[in-house]
């Protein structure tokens, strides 16, 4: 028979990362969640199924009538089973207990190849109490009475059917005399491996259901199994308790007396590894556990897919440190992932982290409802091998606690917090906080914990704690902590990060010297504030605001660190508000996106602004101009983050420059409102968030046109009036007045003025002879 692992769909998580080297985004414990953790694997029962023995028939002869001890028919059966000859590679064989009937039976060995099927309809019932006089010690376990099912370092092992088995535990759970030596109901020791327990239904036993003390048990698979205790005397009566690797629950209902699942040992040497547990439901118990021995290492876990009601609790990790001699030894718990549970009717606390699990002030012994973070934070240091929680995630959890139980604890020791906890749309209603002390990196992602109106939604003592949505929502989270800080303790303050998401604190003793983080994102806090010189403040600052609101007196002080979230640029950011008087000194600006200039502004009443402006660009350069006919032109080298340039033009060396050309978007000009013959000079400036300085200057002037042109010439008056095209201002007006007879083209006079004029007038006179006139290019 092939045990496939269970593909279950797990929903994706979502996260908000935001520019800035100081927001730790636990980007890479995000993508990780894609897939179950867990490594389980598929395997195959090799059991002989052509070798079937039916306990009521010859030699065997069990009697199913309520009364007959079938102990020794029954111990036969799976002697003869075992012995089962290989068909088609298959061995062994099974043991049937038929319908209908109640068979008796004292405590049965398991062996190699051996399939007990026990039929709907039938019941295999433990003996009664007092039979038990006549066993003998198990060597098993060293209790004074045997277990029901023992099997030590078998193989290839199955209990399966339709039917039940009984363990009368009633007689045990009341009988003084021999509840201090209960036996276990199914115990598998030593190395068990490839062991399937399938469609049976149990209930009532002496102490435990299923037991597997061992790391070397692997390949275990419990499917559709049904336990079915629920009477509250049924103390310690753990449902299914494990040790071992490639272990696969599926479409299991357990109702216990205590651990609806434990996983753990007190063994450093018996770590439990690669644990799927899928579509199952747990009603009566104290919900998917691990603990309260973890000495032994608990990793890869994923439950997946199932539902609590009823449970005391949901998830629950237990433990303790290793000298305390109480009832929990600590060890690496890591590696575990939830996803898609449903929880109703949860009496003490649907999530449950906490390292100090025999702590019994104010009757905290196993029930951790009402801790304080003033009794988090007066408990002792203990370095000797304390519990490590880290590297769990949560994801799409509902659940309802009642009867004043938390809506979650994670309660790490002080010398070791609890480390790496995502927790993503999980949401909770509950009557009281959720605590967290002693913890770090613990993100609630698009998460919703609802305690009673006018209850604080988390109460923390030395923790960081992101709050993230993935867009900005009016959800408001309330925090408390430590009224006054600890006398000589560095753990008072609590590092908060929030992303799109509003908050509300009560006590600023809470995070003390921070950090603390915003993203688009308001705290709220209740009182005085007062920002130590240590104190650091972080905000990604852009579209949407990022604030601290003081509903009182503001002392400022401490480093305000500042990254570019969504939309930000040069603009105005209000990072502090308050109701009360200000005081203090300025904080000091960290680290600051690149390429701005900043400056705090107080000046209006109850706010602290930040004020981000663009630098000045510097001033361009390698300005040319270059004179053409009519035409100047100019070009120079851009400038970086430039929007525009102004050109600026005078007729005077050195200026004054008055503005030719505002807002030119390219790095060159053609002037063309110039005069021929006229000197010009420029100068030109850069437009980012304001204007550089000038560039050095260039000047330039006009030239006429080069191509011979004739003098227009007209008499009157007495005078010759002397006209050329514009195009050729600047050209020198000549006269020769010298006889013919001297010679042509010798004494020519340059008409003073005349490069200036387009036209003038010569008097005639009669005495001069000939006049000859000409225009010469300058």
């Known amino acids: 028979m092939l045990q496939p692992c269970t593909t279950a769909k797990v929903a994706p998580i979502k996260s908000r990362s935001v520019p800035g080297t100081f927001f730790p985004v636990a980007a890479a414990v995000l993508l ?16 002989n199924t052509n070798n079937v ?11 199913g009538d309520g009364s007959t001890d079938n102990t020794l028919a029954i111990s036969n059966a799976i002697v003869q089973a075992n012995k089962g000859g290989n068909t088609n590679g298959l061995y062994g064989g099974t043991v049937r207990i038929p319908a209908p009937g109640t068979f008796l039976c ?13 039929e709907s309809g039938a019941t295999l019932k433990m003996l009664p109490v007092n039979f038990f006089t006549n066993y003998p010690p198990q060597s098993g376990n060293g209790l004074t009475y045997p277990d029901f099912f023992y099997a030590k370092s078998a193989t290839n092992l199955m209990i399966s059917g339709a039917g039940t088995i009984d363990g009368q535990g009633l007689q045990w759970w009341t009988n003084s005399t021999v509840s201090g030596s209960r036996p276990y109901m199914i115990y598998f020791n030593g190395s068990c491996k490839r062991v399937l327990i399938q469609d049976v239904t149990v209930q009532n036993p002496p102490k435990m259901h299923f037991v597997f003390k061992s790391s070397a048990n692997g390949n275990i698979t419990f499917s559709n199994v049904t336990i079915n205790t629920t009477d509250s005397r049924a103390n310690q009566c753990d449902g299914i308790d494990l040790v071992g690797t490639n272990i696969l629950i599926v ?10 699942l434990a996983l753990g040992s007190s063994s450093a040497s018996a770590y439990t590894a690669d644990v799927l547990v899928t579509n199952c439901a747990f009603g009566v118990g104290h919900g998917v556990s691990i603990g309260s021995n973890t000495f032994g290492a608990v990793s890869n876990l994923t439950v997946i897919n199932c539902t609590f009601d009823g449970t005391d609790y949901g998830i629950r990790m237990k433990s303790n440190d290793n000298t305390s001699g109480g ?3 600590g060890g690496i718990a890591q590696n575990l992932n939830y996803y898609n549970l449903g929880m109703t009717n949860i009496l003490y606390g649907a999530i449950v982290i906490y390292s100090y ?6 009757g905290q012994f196993g029930t951790p409802t009402g801790v304080t973070p003033y009794f988090a934070s007066t408990q002792a240091v203990d370095v000797t091998s304390v519990p490590v929680w880290r590297n769990i995630t949560i994801s ?8 004043g139980g938390v809506p979650g604890i994670i309660w790490g020791r002080m010398e070791v917090p609890v480390t790496n906890i995502t927790l993503s749309h999980v949401n909770i209603t509950a009557s009281k906080p959720f605590d967290i002390y002693n913890a770090s990196g613990i993100q609630f992602i698009d998460c919703q914990i609802t305690p009673p109106a006018r209850s604080n939604t988390f109460q923390l003592f030395n923790a960081q704690v992101i709050v993230s949505n993935s867009v900005p929502t009016s959800t408001l989270f309330t925090f408390d902590g430590l009224s006054t800080n600890v006398a000589g303790s560095a753990l008072n303050g609590s590092a908060l990060t929030f992303y799109n998401a509003q908050a509300s604190l009560k006590n600023t003793n809470l995070f003390d010297d921070g950090p603390l983080t915003l993203s688009a994102s308001t705290l709220t806090v209740s009182n005085n504030l007062t920002l130590f010189p240590a104190t650091v403040l972080n905000y990604a600052l852009g579209t949407n605001a990022a604030t601290v609101a003081v509903k009182g007196n503001l002392a400022l002080g401490g480093t305000n660190h500042i990254a570019a979230g969504a939309g930000f640029t040069n603009g105005t950011y209000t990072l502090l508000t308050y109701t009360g008087s200000l005081s203090g000194s300025l904080p000091t600006l960290g680290t600051v996106p690149a390429g701005y200039d900043y400056a705090y502004d107080t000046g209006t009443a109850g706010q602290v602004k930040l004020i981000v402006t663009l630098p000045a660009p510097p001033a361009p350069t390698n300005l040319t101009a270059s004179g053409t006919n ?27 420059y008055p503005t030719l050309f505002n807002g030119l978007t390219t790095t060159n000009y053609a002037d063309v409102n110039v005069t021929n013959a006229v000197s010009y000079y420029y100068v030109v400036s850069a437009i980012a968030s304001g204007e550089s300085t000038n560039s050095l200057q260039a000047n330039a002037t006009s030239l006429p046109s080069n191509q011979p042109t004739n003098i227009v010439l007209q008499t009157g008056s007495g005078q010759i009036q002397l006209s050329w095209p514009q195009s050729h201002l600047g050209w020198r007006l000549q006269i020769q007045t010298n006889s013919l007879n001297s010679g042509l083209w010798t004494n020519w006079a340059t008409v003073p003025n005349s490069t200036n004029l387009i036209s003038t007038n010569i008097v005639i006179n009669p005495a001069n002879g000939v006049v000859f006139l000409r225009l010469v290019y300058p």
């Open 53 to 63: 023995i039916t306990v009521t028939n010859s030699p065997y002869n069990a009697v």
């Open 396 to 403: 799409n959890l509902n659940a309802t606690v009642v009867n």
């Open 251 to 260: 479409n299991c209902t357990i109702n216990s007396g205590d651990d609806n």
């Open 106 to 118: 004292g405590p049965l060995t398991l062996m190699n190849n051996v399939n007990i099927q026990i």
């Open 357 to 362: 699990y025999d702590s019994s002030a104010g």
């Open 327 to 329: 009832s929990g030894q």
């Open 32 to 47: 990780a969640l894609a897939s179950p953790a867990s490594a389980t694997v598929a395997w195959t029962i090799n059991i």
């Open 630 to 656: 009519l035409q100047i032109n100019l070009k120079w080298n851009s400038v970086v983050g430039a929007t525009s340039y102004n050109l600026k033009r005078g007729t005077i060396n050195n200026g004054p």
